[in-house]
């Protein structure tokens, strides 16, 4: 027997799911442990292992691929604890990141954060201007030297970056992405010169990201220098410990595009691992979605740290348009996935200034964890608020493996929410969980209704360890009929990744105005395929069944944002100027911004080249399982005690979701219990079972 282990590595637990050759599932978890994070990763593949009466040793042994998700790169970021970065540019622009685009001081926030004019700020600098250097070099728009590049001039610039202790070099040039000539010179120079001293980290901006735009393409860069180095040292860590245990198969890693990329890739590109976990739910949520024949549909992440949200869209996940991490763009290919600070560690507290009850975006996270973890957490989070209310069992949390204390839950938000608002503590917990709930819908709305959907219109995917007890609720006030929560809900992200594609992305501007020269733009693809073909040869991954495809981003003269158009062969053996392509621009951008709203008069542009590989890994679906009838008696564990917004206390019947057959069928209010998280089925919603175990709601009006 042989096996796929998938782990996502999160900010609370790292989940692991592990994947047979008959396509069976074996999950388990285990609390993360920054910031040593491969501890945490080895943990829950030992508890899997066990689970399979296994050693950690034996399981990986026979593990032909090893695929990972992680949020190293995120906490790097968060925390402000990247490498000491040094950006070289050309001569008379270094202030153009520090400047920014008029729209830095909003970019990646809220509606309600926007309009707090009086907190608004540009991005805190990752590297500072005493930081940035100019470079005698000039290339112009259309890619010819106009300045050379004099490396005999740099000696003094190598020992004064070793005096200063860089750890890593960001190298962005004008229009290196027509002529990379002069970075990829600088590069090799740097990465040759650091003998005798400390090693550091060179990234080019024509390897990475060589697109138009010079501050996205430098943020870009930069953030890449920032994160790699602190990425590349867990990664490091994470294949030794991985090989000392046994495994000798391949390592993949998920990436931000919606792929895996081998260890290798992935340890020189941090910047790509910034939705590294949220991106292997949604490949999770369209691979289900598929199975299940849904569409559209909200996939709808619920953490211990955060709340993630995604669509479905004909079967496909979308992209980002111009993805944003801490007001810095990137401009590597992100799948479009929004979220807020909304878990299940959430901590509430009341606003000094108006003495509002707030929930989030702060969090306990993995340690200390909520007050009910009895780690030595005081702050009242929405899993204490559960608790309170009888939605969690303190006995039986991670199948009992772990006893929360109801008690310290109590105080917590007895002294921190309830006494200063002169509630009683069950109350003050509604009115904790019905914050957050609220909270999800509204970001539900964000990424729906502000895009021209309607969200009654989708089925809600819930996963997540908390999911299962806040969709129900979120579902309704969104008007959603539908909800499903995954067999495997709790490790879903997993699962995502451990099902994911090999995928990689080549990308190229070259700006031009219609009518096109469309040998120039096969010309293009053809080395953008080619040096795709090249690099996933290096990558160790199945790509026996390799599909290719291409597109260009086009927009009309004048704009800022582009639309990526899918180009097929037959269009480049046409002799129309690219008339073919342009006729499907233009009702791609009437199906995205209305009918009527092309304006061909103003002529097309031409900006980015784009070229996806994509293979998928060869594992068995399970088979769906025989309909097993609509009672649900042999799945009852007895009745607790439930508090609901809106509702008195009430008694809610209590089910073992791994004893719950398909065809099953109950009412609410109910809980349904699994070892990894529990789902809360309110008042007048009906739960059903499917044959492939994914419990199904029905919300109601």
Aim: charged residues 25%; aromatic residues 6%.
């Amino acid at each position: 027997m042989s096996y796929v282990v998938a782990v996502d590595s999160g900010g609370t637990f790292s989940d692991c799911v592990v994947v047979d050759d008959e396509g069976r599932l074996t999950r388990a978890k285990s609390p993360s442990t920054p910031p040593r994070f491969e501890e945490g990763v080895l943990g829950a593949v030992r508890e899997a292992a066990g689970r399979l009466d296994l050693r950690l040793e034996e399981l990986l042994a026979d593990t032909r691929l090893f695929a990972h998700g992680t949020t190293v790169a995120t906490n790097i970021l968060i925390t402000r604890t990247g490498a000491r970065t040094v950006l070289l540019t050309t001569r008379g622009h270094e202030d153009a990141i520090i400047i920014g685009r008029t729209v830095q001081k909003v970019a990646g926030l809220s509606e309600s954060e926007i309009i707090d004019v009086a907190r608004l700020s540009k991005a805190d600098p990752l590297v500072p201007r005493s930081s940035i250097r100019g470079i005698d070099e000039r290339v112009d728009r259309k890619g010819r030297v106009v300045a050379p590049l004099k490396l005999e001039r740099l000696g003094r610039l190598a020992g004064e970056l070793r005096d200063e202790g860089v750890e890593a070099i960001a190298i962005s040039f004008l229009w290196s992405f027509l002529n990379p000539d002069h970075e990829r010179q600088l590069r090799d120079w740097l990465s040759s010169n650091g003998d005798g001293g400390p090693e550091w980290f060179v990234t080019a901006s024509s390897d990475l990201a060589p697109v138009i735009r010079e501050y996205e393409r430098t943020a870009t860069t930069v953030l890449n220098a920032y994160l790699t180095p602190g990425v590349r040292g867990y990664l490091v860590r994470m294949g030794e410990r991985l090989r000392a245990a046994g495994h000798h198969g391949a390592v993949s890693v998920m990436h931000s595009a919606g792929g895996v990329s081998s260890l290798a890739e992935a340890r020189e590109r941090g910047v790509t691992l910034l939705s590294s976990g949220p991106a292997g739910g949604m490949l999770g949520a369209r691979a289900l979605a598929r199975r299940l024949g849904l569409d559209p549909v909200i996939a709808t992440d619920v953490g211990g740290t955060s709340f993630d949200v995604g669509t479905i869209i004909h079967g496909e996940p979308g992209y980002a348009e111009a993805p944003v991490f801490a007001k810095y763009p990137v401009a590597v290919p992100v799948i479009d996935v929004t979220s807020i600070g909304a878990g299940g560690g959430s901590i509430a507290w009341i606003e000094s200034e108006s003495g509002v009850l707030k929930v989030g975006p702060q969090s306990a996270g993995a340690n200390p964890g909520p007050a009910c973890y009895g780690a030595g957490g005081t702050e009242p989070t929405v899993t204490d608020a559960n608790v309170i209310l009888g939605s969690l069992d303190p006995d039986n949390f991670l199948g009992g493996r772990m006893r929360l204390d109801r008690q310290a839950a109590v105080g917590a938000i007895r002294t921190r929410v309830a006494d200063p608002l002169s509630l009683a503590p069950e109350e003050a917990a509604v009115r904790i969980v019905e914050i957050a709930n609220s909270q999800m819908a509204d970001l539900v709305r964000r990424i729906t209704i502000e895009r021209g959907r309607d969200p009654a219109g989708f089925t809600v995917f819930a996963y997540g360890g908390a999911a299962g007890l806040h969709a129900g609720a979120y579902a309704r006030k969104l008007g959603c009929r539908h909800v499903v929560v995954p067999r495997a809900a709790a490790v879903f992200s997993a699962l995502g990744i451990g099902l994911s594609d090999v995928k990689r992305v080549a990308m190229a501007s070259d700006p031009a105005r219609a009518p096109f020269d469309l040998g120039r733009w096969r010309r293009r693809f053809d080395a953008l395929e080619e040096t795709l073909r090249r690099d996933l040869q290096r990558e160790k991954l199945p790509t026996g069944d390799l599909v290719v495809r291409r597109f260009v981003e086009l927009q009309f003269r004048g704009q800022v944002h582009a639309v990526r158009v899918p180009v097929e062969n037959a269009d480049l053996a046409l002799d129309d100027g690219g008339e073919a392509v342009i006729e499907r621009f233009t009702q791609l951008y009437e199906a995205k911004y209305g009918r009527g709203s092309a304006y061909r008069q103003a002529g097309v542009e031409a900006m980015t080249f784009v070229v996806e590989g994509v293979a998928s890994l060869p594992l068995r679906e399970p088979k769906p399982l025989p309909d097993a009838g609509p009672d649900p008696a042999g799945a009852a564990t007895g009745n607790r005690s439930v508090h609901l917004p809106g509702e008195r206390a009430a008694t809610a019947r209590v089910y073992s979701a791994e004893r719950l057959r398909p065809g099953n069928e109950l009412s609410g209010p109910a809980l349904v219990e699994a070892e990894d998280t529990t789902v809360l089925v309110h008042p007048s919603q009906r739960l059903w079972v499917d044959g492939l175990l994914n419990l199904r709601i029905e919300v109601g009006g």
